[in-house]
């Protein structure tokens, strides 16, 4: 059963940082992986995503604030997060997808707050 393993989240003040982890119980090397987050109240988001060719996107409510990277050797996907905003409040989740398969994470609860 394949797992994904979200961990970094936390408690942080407005204008702080967090590093998010998402690390895999398969080789990410053939997955485009994604970072989604859903707030209370609201429908999840798609926050980040990485292709297998390093290719980024971005919502842009974080564009120049989150940056999504992945490190193939140790299965793991990253979202770092600078500059935080108490609307980035939200459980977020890591994705993996190859064709018709897709894999989520449990979540990690980000809370950004003074």
């Known amino acids: 059963q394949v797992q994904l393993v979200e961990s970094g989240g936390g408690l942080v003040q407005p204008g702080g940082s967090l590093r998010l982890s998402c690390a895999a119980s398969l080789s990410i090397f053939s997955y485009y992986a994604a970072w989604y987050r859903q707030a209370p109240g609201k429908q999840r988001e798609l926050v980040a995503g990485i292709h297998t060719s390093g290719r980024t996107n971005y919502v842009d409510s974080v564009k120049g604030r989150f940056t999504i990277s992945r490190d193939n050797a140790k299965n793991t996907v990253y979202l770092q997060m600078n500059s935080l905003k108490p609307e980035d409040t939200a459980v977020y989740y890591c994705?993996?997808?190859?064709?018709?398969?897709?894999?989520w994470g449990q979540g990690t609860q980000v809370t950004v707050s003074s």
């Open positions: 994705k993996l997808v190859y064709g018709s398969g897709n894999y």
